[in-house]
T-cell receptor
Framework: DAMVIQNPRYQVTQFGKPVTLSCSQT?????MYWYQQKSSQAPKLLFH???????NEADTPDNFQSRRPNTSFCFLDIRSPGLGDAAMYLC??????????FGPGTRLTVL | AQKITQTQPGMFVQEKEAVTLDCTYD???????LFWYKQPSSGEMIFLIY??????QNATEGRYSLNFQKARKSANLVISASQLGDSAMYFC???????????????FGKGTKLTVNP
């Protein structure tokens, strides 16, 4: 089945230690998104790629970076995680800007 | 101002009964799309149903239907014949504009936690 895959499902990191979250998709969608969802809140868009074009949200901290080496993969890099960055990170894809399909998420814990 | 409002933080329903989850939205764009997603405790967001602003009929997908009242700017989700597996968070979301000329952003409401009782 075509799908959006996120690895790992659970990630524990130390305060200030860089961490990378991974997303891959077999849907051949040209748009990939990263959302942050804190406990009991709605998902918040961090940034997205339309093909190779990177689009950052205005209020996304510089601590968050992303890479998309090819159509199938997209990475979220957190350069110096703080306690406030503990959250669920959701990757989503879409064809152009139609309905988005989400991966299972990576739950990040910062110690 | 909030673009998507879900006024019910939590809802309870008996198994096999129908339930309506409320969603109102605010936009001045004549072209927009409305989405409902289900998020179980495992965390994944599952796409349920979509309604375009120009769609003449209310969207339906199996046990899910969308009660779209454009003049009232509401897009309530109706789940018929509730099942225990329907217990989850439900998010209403909107995208303004459609196609490549529209916004890339999905704006989510705060969600409604649905509990289905046996």
């Amino acid at each position: 089945d075509a799908m959006v895959i996120q690895n790992p499902r659970y990630q524990v990191t130390q305060f200030g230690k860089p961490v990378t979250l991974s997303c891959s998709q077999t849907l051949n969608h040209n748009v990939m998104y990263w959302y942050q969802q804190k406990s009991s809140q709605a998902p918040k868009l961090l940034f997205h790629y339309y093909d190779k074009d990177f689009n950052n949200e205005a209020d996304t901290p510089d601590n968050f970076q992303s890479r998309r080496p090819n159509t199938s993969f997209c990475f979220l890099d957190i350069r110096s995680p703080g306690l406030g960055d503990a959250a669920m990170y959701l990757c989503a894809t879409s064809r152009n800007y139609n309905e988005q399909f989400f991966g299972p998420g990576t739950r990040l814990t910062v110690l | 101002a909030q673009k998507i409002t879900q006024t019910q933080p939590g809802m309870f329903v008996q198994e096999k009964e129908a339930v309506t989850l409320d969603c109102t939205y605010d936009t001045s764009d004549p072209s927009y799309g409305l989405f409902w997603y289900k998020q179980p405790s495992s965390g994944e967001m599952i796409f349920l149903i979509y309604q375009g602003s120009y769609d003449q009929q209310n969207a339906t997908e199996g046990r899910y239907s969308l009660n779209f009242q454009k003049a009232r700017k509401s897009a309530n989700l109706v789940i018929s014949a509730s099942q225990l597996g329907d217990s989850a968070m439900y998010f209403c979301a909107m995208r303004e504009g459609v196609g490549q000329g529209g916004s890339e952003k999905l704006v989510f409401g705060k969600g409604t936690k649905l509990t289905v009782n046996p």
